[in-house]
């Protein structure tokens, strides 16, 4: 294990990893400014493509100077590896607080979404659109104000760069392909208000096709929102990104309207209470709890450096072009899930490899990255002559419990002279693509298994995300279990059948799962296995019932 650490600060505990790289908290040891320093992993380092994205991510922060968004202090870099120093924000993500209390009452909700509203406007006034703005890429600080983080797949509005971003909140346009745009960031923010406002996302399909099919056709499920707010929704999921504000600090001026004129004139200070009031329930997840530094780092050589203080360097019908999009998805859906390398002319087979090898966009995954060349649409045109692969670690994501993973993206373009493909729904063209059939992955190594989040649902029923990192994208199985019993600490009795999934095709998973309790103990555990095992063997989560908490 690569033991370097960036000059000049002192290392106490890991706030988060993953098969990306991992998150620690520092203190600058000159100015004693706490920070949290994320490392682009081993594996990745050695890949000149992935540090290349890396430091640019970098510089696109420093770039960005806003209260609503993490802020970076330096770039390291050096042979033995490289880092991104920024901003330590003391708080929680979205998802995880969603995950301990849904729905928000919609006051909070309109906080949340105006204060990350803002880093998304911030970030439109120079021309950078984020992708993939999600409950994971939120984070909430213990006054109830929130940052959005995460600019992994960031990039200039109006570049085309194929489909990436988080299934459960991409925008139609971004299923087809199209040149990136502030409007699909709209969406993806309403997507995740809707999901305060509700306590589920707008669309929940069974498989990527289905999903694919209802962000680009369905109705919009305005009418499970507040009333006082379905307007912002309608306008928010608009199927025609036209139909929507053109940009985030359009739509804030269009929430602040409808939030005075529902809530009153202090709507922003009572949801502002009531956040802080949620959070005063979370402060050991805070990464200010987790201990004082310890250890100081070794040398390296530092590049573009800046000092810590001196500033932020329901019933309907699909219509034609849902069908292309869906059709086109079940083909990724089949590319992705069975490892299909489908390389077109003119792009390097081994990054072609990189973007299959990265994805969790899958059947039955909770949420997560979709990387892929673009779908077509009804109304597409050829792209530009590009092959690019441009995947990176965001500077902020892995940095609280229960958080996504960073997200990825991938560009894979043809030649201009390469001949067509044939996608379902659309007219036969001349010729197609060689593809390579799968061959019989190992089993990969599990380097990580966790429990990011478990929650009680109903007077019987609870609902866990279970997280597993492998280090190839070979076959894995993996189960869990529940128990119940009346002593906290203890996994009780089995209760039910444990339940098995098999997963293939990438090198991070995420399922949700859900289960009903027959058993009467006060403590429910849920524990997730793999085979091949765990290095840690596992992991395991408990939680008290509420009809057994004494208020």
Known sequence: MNTWGVPGYAESVE??????????????EETGVPVAVKYLSESLRTRPGFVREFRAEARLLGGLDSPYVTGLYEYVESPDGAAIVMELVDGVSLRTLLTRESP?????????????????????????????????????????????????????????????GTPAYMAPEQWTGAPASPAA??????????????????????????????????PVPAEEA?????ELVRRGLAKDPRERPTHAEEFVTELEAVAGAAYGPDWEERGRGRLAALMALVPLLLPSARGAPRTTTDTARTVLSRE???????????????????????????LLTYGIQHTPLGTDPQQAAQALATTRAQPGVESGELIAP????????????????????????????????????????????????????????????????????????????????????????????????????GPLSITVSWFTGDTGGQPGTPDGASQTFER?????????VDHTFQGKGCYWTVQATTTPAAADGGASQQLLTRGCVIG
């Not at 809707?194 to 694919?212: I, M, Q, R, V, W």
């Not at 649409?377 to 902020?396: F, G, I, K």
Request: include cysteine; charge should be negative.
């Open 504 to 512: 293939s095709g990438a090198t991070q998973y995420t399922l949700t």
């Open 374 to 473: 673009p779908i077509a649409s009804a109304n597409s045109s050829p792209p530009p002559p590009t092959s690019t692969v441009s995947p990176s670690l965001s500077p902020s994501a892995p940095a609280t419990p229960g958080t996504d993973e960073p997200s990825a993206s991938a560009t894979t373009a043809p030649a201009p002279a390469a001949p067509q493909t044939t996608t379902p729904g659309a007219a036969t063209t001349e010729a197609t693509p060689t593809t390579t059939a799968p061959t019989s992955p190992a089993a990969p190594a599990v380097k990580d298994v966790a429990v990011s989040g478990f929650r009680q649902t109903g007077p019987t029923t609870a609902s866990a995300t279970i997280d597993i990192t492998t280090d190839g994208t």
């Open 226 to 230: 507040p009333e006082a707010v379905r």
């Open 15 to 28: 706030l988060g990893s993953g098969a990306s790289g991992r998150v620690v908290l520092a203190v600058h």
């Open 185 to 218: 960031d709209v969406y993806a923010a309403t997507a995740t208000f809707f999901e305060c406002l509700t306590g589920h996302k707008p669309y929940s399909g069974d498989n990527l096709a289905e999903l694919a099919l209802q962000h680009v056709d369905a």
């Open 308 to 334: 810590p203080g001196l500033g932020w360097a329901r019933s309907w019908r699909p219509g034609r072009p849902g069908m292309l999009v869906a059709g086109a998805a079940v083909l990724l859906a089949v």
């Open 104 to 164: 928000l009452d919609p006051e909070a909700a309109l906080v949340l979404l105006k204060g990350s509203l803002l880093g998304l406007a911030d970030a439109h006034r120079v021309g950078v659109v984020h992708r993939d703005y999600k409950p994971a890429n939120v984070l909430v600080v213990p006054d109830g104000s929130s940052k959005l983080v995460d600019f992994g797949i960031a990039v200039d509005s109006g570049t085309s760069v194929g489909v990436a």
